[in-house]
């Protein structure tokens, strides 16, 4: 497993307080904003890539640097799809159930969403 899976609890509550106080579009301008800055750590990684390792300072060569952090290259794409298309999913099934229950009992409506997504 990844350490990456370690803070998805704390982005599907945050993304339960925005919808509350900022609406769909809060959240969905936000996972934009979000996937914008998780394709320009790619951008920076793929450059990182293409620069040589300095010589006699560095205790890992180009090869081993490429082997490492060239082969995430697909993973982080696939990241970044699979964040934007629940984010988007997680929010249309949280305001079908914010509609259907109301604004009252948002734990309620928050179960009810946990246990539709999975």
Do not use: H
């Not at 560095?58 to 490492?68: G, L, M, R, Y």
Request: charged share 15%; glycine share 8%.
């Amino acid at each position: 497993m990844s350490i990456g899976i370690l803070p998805w609890p704390i982005v599907f509550l945050t993304t339960d307080l925005i919808i509350e106080y900022f609406g769909e579009k809060g959240v969905k301008k936000l996972s934009l904003i979000t996937a914008d800055l998780i394709a320009y750590s790619f951008l920076i990684l793929l450059l990182a890539t293409s620069i040589p390792a300095a010589k006699g300072i560095s205790p890992v060569n180009d090869a081993q640097f490429t082997a490492v952090f060239g082969q995430s290259m697909w993973i982080v794409g696939g990241s970044i799809i699979a964040f934007l298309v629940f984010q988007f999913m997680d929010v249309t099934v949280f305001w079908f159930f914010k509609n259907c229950i109301g604004n009252n009992k948002i734990l309620l409506r928050a179960g009810f969403k946990r246990a539709a997504l999975g």
